[in-house]
């Protein structure tokens, strides 16, 4: 006899009674209605989303267990959620999600050897108080190379990833470096691969932090005289993941402290991954000798998604969320949003839940009110230099006087102008800020800020300054 969907899934029921709380059972399995069966595929039908989410939280190991046994290794869950009432007509819809079989990251454990100079090792993730050496990886399970779509725009910093995941400090790729503009895909990219690593090496440690929470926590080790703690921590990782080490600049002593961790690492064959939103070759003040480090293995770089990347990764979006398009939407979104992922997911899923909350049915109009929102707020990004050069133009000085060390009243206050709206328009540092505005430090944007903040206050035709270059800017 062929295997129909219902004899499967009974197969499966007998053996997950067996493994779990009668209760949990009664409440969790015995809904489902098995519904079809193609391939390897069984789809199952749960009564909402919230059901599916619990049993891909809680369950999804025995499922997945469940389902091998009887369609073997290639098997694979789909998720069929009933939903009531779309659009408002009375015609029942179905969302299909397939099974992601991935379950939140296990902790790893560290041993230490019991010899080790330091027992008393910190571990700067852990509350002060409670000794514990159980590194959590910090990766998200969500981010991974399944659900990270290969294009051109991507496919040597994918492969680079692939070829780092397969060899963990085993490529010249040492140290991996990232980079690329926002909402390319770096920080999914880098948990990818240490996604894919714990997968392959379970054994391996792997640790996700960004540059910014390392920075936190080396200064923190500071204050409470635990550096050395820190120090050592890190070199016991195998595989260091550092996102976003822009945020380094200007920042001696994380940079400093960062260089004696990753010359341990490289030295002891462990695998280093960096993103950054620029290249090596044009970060700012970040020290000559950690810069010649991260030249040392690859750069490669995300660029925008062409055409045929950007259908591709909202077709994969609608499916993951069970959610059915017309094609003249998916490509009326593609065509205009060009570069940035993170807005053509945004769009996308501001285009689903209107759809959802007004139950209107997406109409192009729809979608080209949406688009033309996100197309706007984009515009909105501005640089340390475009802010420059609108202040000098609007004070007719150009950007060498702003930048000049003179005292001059008005130049003074353009330069102070153009580092408060840098402050407020743009994610740099102070102390970046200063260095890119005339080489000042970052007191000086300081103390900048709050002179423009008093000035808006106390001075009219100064807070008209404000006012006109404000709508400049948004
Ligand atoms: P960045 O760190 O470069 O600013 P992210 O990694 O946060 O960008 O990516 C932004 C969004 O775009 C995330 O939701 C990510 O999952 C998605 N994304 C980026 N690249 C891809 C890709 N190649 N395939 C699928 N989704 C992608
Ligand atoms: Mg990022």
Redesign the pocket.
């Known amino acids: 006899m062929s295997n129909t969907a219902s004899s499967i899934w009974n197969n499966c029921l007998a053996f997950i009674e067996d493994n779990i709380q009668p209760q949990a059972f009664k409440t969790w399995f015995l809904p489902i209605k098995p519904v079809r069966l193609a391939d390897n595929a069984l789809s199952i039908q749960v009564p909402s989303k919230f059901f599916y989410e619990w049993l891909e939280e809680h369950y999804v190991k025995l499922l997945k267990v469940a389902l091998r046994k009887e369609l073997g290794a290639n098997a694979k869950l789909v998720y069929i959620i009933k939903m009531e009432n779309k659009y408002g007509n009375n015609e029942s819809f179905t969302e299909k999600i397939p099974s992601s079989n991935r379950s939140a990251m296990a902790p790893q454990e560290l041993d230490v050897p019991i010899t080790s100079k330091n027992p008393e090792l910190k571990n700067p993730f852990v509350i002060p108080g409670i000794r514990n050496i159980k590194i959590e990886s910090q990766l998200n399970p969500n ?1 991974n190379f399944d ?3 290969e ?1 051109d725009s ?1 496919r040597l910093a994918r492969s680079a990833g692939m070829a780092v995941a397969n060899k963990p400090g085993g490529t010249s790729f040492n140290p991996l470096m990232i980079f ?1 503009g ?8 880098a948990h990818a691969i240490g996604v894919e690593i714990k997968d392959k090496y379970p054994e391996k440690t792997v640790l996700y932090i960004s540059a910014e929470k390392f920075t936190q926590q080396y200064i923190e080790s500071v204050k409470k005289n635990t550096r050395n703690d820190f120090i050592h921590f890190y070199q016991l990782i195998d595989v260091l993941i550092i996102d976003d080490v822009q945020f380094l600049s200007g920042k001696s002593g994380t940079q400093d402290v960062f260089f004696h961790i990753f010359n341990h690492l490289h030295q002891n064959g462990k695998q280093v991954i960096l ?1 950054s939103d620029k290249a090596p070759v044009d970060m700012q003040d970040i020290e000559q000798r950690l810069l010649s480090r991260f030249k040392w293995g690859l750069s490669a770089e ?1 660029q925008s998604p062409d055409y045929e990347t950007r259908v591709s ?1 909202l077709k ?1 979006k609608l499916y993951r969320d069970g959610v059915e398009m017309p094609d003249e939407i998916i490509d009326h979104v593609a065509k205009n949003i060009k570069t940035n ?2 807005e053509l ?1 945004g769009a996308i899923i501001s285009l689903i839940a209107q759809s959802s909350f007004n139950k209107r049915e997406v109409t192009l109009d729809l979608a080209q009110q949406v688009v033309e929102k996100f197309v706007k707020n984009t515009k909105r990004e501005v640089s340390i230099d475009y802010i420059q050069k609108v202040v000098s133009d609007y004070f007719e000085m150009d950007v060498a006087t702003l930048q000049s060390k003179t005292r001059k009243r008005h130049i003074v206050q353009a330069r102070q102008l153009a580092m408060f709206f840098a402050k407020k328009f743009t994610k740099a540092s102070l102390a970046s800020i200063g260095s890119q505005i005339g080489k000042r430090d970052h007191a000086t944007v300081l103390h900048a800020c709050k002179t423009v903040d008093n000035l808006a206050e106390t001075d009219k035709q100064f807070k008209k300054y404000i006012d006109d270059l404000t709508k400049k800017f948004t």
């Open positions: 981010y659900n990270f779509l294009g991507n690329g926002v909402g390319l895909g770096k920080t999914h990219l993103t995300l990764i994969n992922i993170r997911e």
